[in-house]
């Protein structure tokens, strides 16, 4: 086959459905995969805003405990201060802690999910634990990937800001405008050629074992030669992904509603057994919408890998 020819999009879609439909467990890959770093990082800028607030660990220090006894770190003779920069540091410690368990979880989990299609692919029986192996075996190599793929966005980006922030020192703001604007829609076509390139370095360096920097040449060498097929798939996962989640949304929004109503009508009658009632049934949606969300994630990652597969196997 050329590698301007189209593949088979239509059998490549189907068959990605039935590999996270017949083995679910690429369902719980897909929530460890599907954004654990953001989440992770996000969790950890609360903690630290959390914890930058000297007052609130002020306030905290001087709380005594119910049975009217003074907290611990009075008991032991610290002072106020040092009891807020200790909690300080162990709210930070275990805040970092989280973030990286996150990370490692979503980087294995990445990994998992390549090893486990592509051995599926080849009618092999493969299983939780065998595809987590693999994903722990790439572990670092891919946490490099993504370290060069992270230094590539922000180098340019500096590089690209450098000017346009000594324009705006001596004043010059409509070229700083003008050049920005200039500047913002270069670096969108940068970002997006690297984003679609990096998809298929990160199977590179999986299914071939390659190194990190050579992983990432060897995506932007894909993509140059197989741009039609890569835009496509794009093209294709941003509609199944907008279906999906139009169809999630809608189903949120009617038994979300359902619930609400169910809920507020016995909180007319009785607030205690509603708030009782409320707490499982909101457990249950958020449960719901975290299996929808990794069922989405495992198969994207499904579709790309198989993609990647097909395009390499007829080039």
């Not at 493969?126 to 075996?137: D, N, Q």
């Not at 890569?230 to 619930?259: C, D, K, N, S």
Request: net charge positive; hydrophobic share 55%; proline share 2%.
């Amino acid at each position: 086959m050329k590698s301007d020819k189209l593949i088979n999009f239509g059998e490549l879609l189907k068959e990605a459905w039935q590999y996270i439909w017949s083995f679910k467990y690429l369902w719980l890959l897909g929530i460890l995969a599907g954004g654990g770093i953001s989440a992770s990082t996000n969790n950890f800028s609360y903690f630290l805003n959390s914890g930058s607030d000297a007052k609130d660990w002020q306030s905290l220090s001087n709380h005594t405990v119910a049975n009217g006894m003074p907290s611990m770190g009075r008991v032991l003779g610290a002072s106020d201060s040092a009891i807020s920069a200790i909690a300080i540091l162990v709210v930070t410690i275990v805040a970092l802690a989280f973030c990286l368990v996150l990370i490692y979880l979503n980087i294995t989990a990445r990994g998992a999910i390549i090893s486990a299609v592509d051995k599926l692919d080849l009618d092999k029986k493969f299983s939780l634990a065998e595809s987590w192996h693999y994903g722990h075996k790439y572990f670092w190599k891919i946490l490099g990937f993504n370290v060069l793929f992270a230094l590539l966005i922000i180098i340019p980006t500096l590089f690209l800001a450098a000017p346009i922030i000594m324009m705006v020192v001596v004043k010059w703001y409509i070229p700083a405008v003008i050049v920005g604007l200039f500047f913002l829609l270069i670096f969108i076509v940068y970002v997006t050629y690297i984003s679609l390139s990096i998809q298929y370095g990160e199977r590179i360096l999986v299914l071939e074992n390659k190194g990190a920097w050579d992983s990432i040449k060897l995506g932007t060498q894909f993509l140059n030669k197989n741009w039609k097929n890569v835009l496509l798939t794009y093209l294709i996962l941003i509609a199944v992904m907008v279906g999906a989640g139009t169809v999630l949304a809608i189903g949120v929004l009617l038994v979300g509603g359902i619930l609400f109503a169910i809920a507020f009508g016995i909180y007319l009658l009785n607030q205690t057994v509603a708030i009782i009632i409320a707490i499982p049934f909101g457990l249950a949606l958020f449960c719901a919408l975290l299996v929808a969300n990794g069922m989405i994630s495992s198969y994207q990652s499904t579709l790309l890998t198989l993609v990647y597969k097909e395009i390499k196997s007829n080039n």
